[in-house]
């Protein structure tokens, strides 16, 4: 089976320095890795289109920079992006169009599809390849995921994408959701990992087994949190598999040693204890830095605020309710955190 492969070390990455990658970094990159056979580089703040601001943080460059900075040295890959309707508008849409962006990922909450019609919409009038994303996905029973991806495909959406954004799935979750979306929507499936529990090349590998044609993977696993989906060791396991990628590994291996400065390859990814702990609750891992800064200035151990957030269901776009926990958490003496398989919805 052929799977294509999703690039968003430039778009999920950027959340992992504060949205700072330089038009050069993206430059660099996108020159770098275009002869390597994938078949999306995705670009932009770390939230997508439009979502640079204060509360989610201030990109280095504007989309338009970063966009048009990208589609100069892409002639082989496609350029993706993301959007979230709310933080994008439908003139970010446009503007993208004007651009040359190739495959526009249109996003919501897992539960909150409907949100993104206007946007898949207009995309697929103006003949553009759209993909429909639910994120946060581990906070929604498989049944509940596909009666919101046929809301998207109903709307024109080429493809799906589920997100694991939260890193709290296991290769079972993989299995289950994927496989029903796959054997059921008609259109192709992918999936988008993180790493918070180590897990993402195992659950990668289970979505392909279930079905999915499409697979995320990042340079170093430079992203969010934990990071993401390893990108050349995912290629080069779904070869062993027996998976088509199109991909030239040992390019992508190059790929690494060229840009010895860039920060995907200069920050070593790992598995930290405040990461291992968001992907236990099934907190967003874009959460990290400001947990990390809100415990800091308020005196509260991370895992407090996780367990707070998990309670309270936070997911992307919520990070105000970061402050508001550690600040209610700061009054009060810290309590035994309840597991998150003991009565936390995760």
């Given at each position: 089976?052929?799977?294509?492969?999703?690039?968003?070390?430039?778009?999920?990455?950027?959340?992992?320095?504060?949205h700072t990658?330089?038009?050069?970094?993206?430059?660099?990159?996108?020159?770098?890795?275009?002869?390597?056979?994938?078949?999306?580089?995705?670009?932009?703040h770390?939230?997508?289109?439009?979502?640079?601001?204060?509360?989610?943080?201030?990109a280095?460059?504007?989309?338009?920079?970063m966009?048009n900075?990208?589609?100069?040295?892409?002639?082989?890959?496609?350029?993706g992006?993301?959007?979230?309707p709310?933080?994008?508008?439908?003139?970010d849409?446009?503007?993208?169009?004007?651009?040359?962006?190739d495959?526009?990922?249109?996003?919501?909450h897992?539960?909150?599809?409907?949100?993104?019609?206007?946007?898949?919409?207009?995309?697929?009038?103006?003949?553009?390849?759209v993909?429909?994303?639910?994120?946060?996905?581990?906070?929604?029973p498989?049944?509940?995921?596909?009666?919101q991806?046929?809301?998207?495909?109903?709307?024109?959406?080429?493809?799906?994408?589920?997100?694991?954004?939260?890193?709290?799935?296991?290769?079972?979750?993989?299995?289950?959701?994927?496989?029903?979306?796959?054997?059921?929507?008609?259109v192709?499936?992918?999936?988008?990992?993180?790493?918070?529990?180590?897990?993402?090349?195992?659950?990668?590998?289970?979505?392909?087994?279930a079905?999915?044609?499409?697979?995320?993977?990042?340079?170093?696993?430079?992203g969010?949190?934990?990071?993401?989906?390893q990108?050349?060791?995912?290629?080069?396991?779904?070869?062993?598999?027996?998976?088509?990628?199109?991909?030239?590994?040992?390019?992508?291996?190059?790929?690494?040693?060229?840009?010895?400065?860039l920060?995907?390859?200069?920050?070593?990814?790992?598995?930290?204890?405040?990461?291992?702990?968001?992907?236990?609750?099934g907190?967003?891992?874009?959460?990290?830095?400001?947990?990390?800064?809100?415990?800091?200035?308020?005196?509260?151990a991370?895992?407090?605020?996780?367990?707070?957030l998990?309670?309270c269901?936070?997911v992307?776009?919520?990070?105000?309710?970061?402050?508001?926990?550690a600040?209610?958490?700061?009054?009060?003496?810290?309590q035994?955190?309840?597991?998150?398989?003991e009565?936390?919805?995760?």
């Amino acid at each position: 089976m052929a799977i294509a492969i999703h690039d968003p070390t430039l778009r999920d990455g950027n959340h992992a320095i504060a949205h700072t990658l330089s038009l050069d970094d993206i430059a660099a990159y996108c020159q770098t890795v275009d002869d390597c056979g994938l078949d999306v580089v995705e670009v932009g703040h770390g939230n997508g289109l439009g979502a640079s601001s204060l509360q989610l943080g201030m990109a280095r460059h504007a989309d338009r920079e970063m966009l048009n900075t990208a589609r100069a040295n892409l002639t082989r890959t496609k350029l993706g992006i993301h959007a979230i309707p709310g933080f994008a508008k439908i003139s970010d849409i446009k503007a993208a169009i004007d651009i040359g962006v190739d495959v526009f990922r249109i996003a919501s909450h897992c539960t909150e599809g409907d949100l993104t019609q206007s946007y898949i919409e207009y995309a697929r009038s103006q003949d553009k390849y759209v993909q429909g994303v639910l994120m946060m996905t581990h906070m929604a029973p498989a049944d509940v995921l596909l009666a919101q991806a046929q809301r998207q495909v109903s709307y024109g959406a080429n493809a799906i994408v589920l997100m694991d954004s939260a890193g709290n799935y296991d290769p079972r979750d993989t299995r289950v959701k994927i496989g029903l979306l796959a054997a059921e929507l008609g259109v192709p499936v992918g999936f988008h990992a993180h790493n918070n529990l180590g897990l993402a090349i195992a659950n990668s590998v289970a979505a392909a087994e279930a079905g999915a044609t499409i697979l995320d993977g990042t340079l170093r696993g430079f992203g969010a949190g934990a990071g993401n989906t390893q990108l050349e060791v995912l290629c080069a396991v779904l070869e062993r598999y027996g998976f088509e990628t199109g991909t030239d590994v040992f390019a992508l291996c190059e790929a690494v040693e060229a840009l010895p400065d860039l920060p995907p390859v200069q920050r070593r990814t790992i598995v930290g204890t405040s990461n291992l702990i968001s992907g236990i609750y099934g907190v967003c891992a874009g959460f990290e830095k400001h947990v990390t800064r809100a415990a800091q200035d308020f005196g509260v151990a991370p895992r407090f605020i996780y367990e707070e957030l998990s309670r309270c269901n936070a997911v992307a776009g919520q990070e105000d309710l970061i402050i508001s926990a550690a600040a209610r958490l700061s009054k009060s003496a810290p309590q035994t955190p309840t597991h998150p398989r003991e009565g936390v919805t995760t």
